[in-house]
Structures are given as structure tokens and as C-alpha cells.
């Protein structure tokens, strides 16, 4: 991509400020689900909504204006809720991340809040409670918070 031209995208074309920021290491998927983001300090509980995500890396479209907004470098608990399937349990994807970016538009309702993701673990969803469970590692390549 040349200095000073937008990114082309799907036919989107986004400012070469937002092109810069994108330097993915593996491809997101554009999907909006429910998650929960828990502050490791304090154990606030916010509900969001989710624009993207990847292997390693998720986009946050933050819409609660009574929610705290995180500070870059902050680490945060990520609830993804999936989509119920009819006959399994209610299942969601855990995520320990660090806040990348924080990205308010002018006159948006809305603040981008770009997180890298450390770690996942796919779970049951057991009604998504406010207490935050130390950190530990199971011994099995997985670690469970």
C-alpha cells in the first residue's frame, strides 16, 4: 500500500489512519455477539459487543457510556457469548487480553477498543457471574482463569 492513498477494502475505503493500524497477523472475522469485558482490578462487569475477531486479536464496539473506558496496555477478561445450539450447552470463549488501542470517531455514540488476545478457552457458560477466578494452569497446554 503507497503513503497517502486509503485502504481498499471489500469496496470500503478507510482513511490511511485506520489502514496503518491494521497489521494483523492472522485474518479477523466480522461477527457481532454479546461478550462480557470484567476489569481484573475491582471485578467490574460491562457488557459489549463484539465487531471482529481473530486467533489473536478482537475489536470492541464499546456503546456503554457508563462503562470506564481501558487504557491502553490495561489487561481485561473477554466473555464471548456464542450462539446457542439447540440440544448443547450454552458455550462461550474466555479471553485474557491486553488493550491495544482505544479509538473514539467524532460525534460517534461509539468507541473502538482494539484488544490482543494472550489466551482462550472455549467453556460452558454458566450464567457469566460478576466473581473473577485467579488465574492457573492446568499441566495440559491449557490454562484456565
Do not use: K
Amino acid at each position: 500500500m503507497r503513503a497517502g492513498v486509503p485502504g481498499v477494502y471489500s469496496r470500503i475505503v478507510y482513511p490511511e489512519s485506520i489502514s496503518r493500524m491494521n497489521r494483523r497477523s492472522s485474518t479477523r472475522v466480522a461477527v457481532r455477539l454479546v461478550c462480557h469485558v470484567i476489569w481484573l482490578e475491582g471485578g467490574e462487569r460491562s457488557a459489549m459487543l463484539t465487531e471482529n475477531i481473530s486467533r489473536d486479536g478482537m475489536l470492541l464496539r464499546w456503546e456503554d457510556s457508563s462503562a470506564r473506558l481501558p487504557h491502553v496496555g490495561e489487561m481485561l477478561i473477554v466473555e464471548v457469548e456464542l450462539l446457542e445450539q439447540e440440544g448443547f450447552d450454552r458455550r462461550c470463549i474466555r479471553c485474557q487480553t491486553t488493550v491495544a488501542r482505544v479509538h473514539a470517531e467524532p460525534d460517534a455514540a461509539f468507541t473502538w477498543v482494539g484488544l490482543r488476545i494472550h489466551a482462550m478457552d472455549f467453556r460452558v457458560a454458566q450464567g457469566l457471574s460478576a466473581i473473577h477466578q485467579p488465574v492457573s494452569y492446568t499441566g495440559r497446554g491449557s490454562r484456565m482463569y
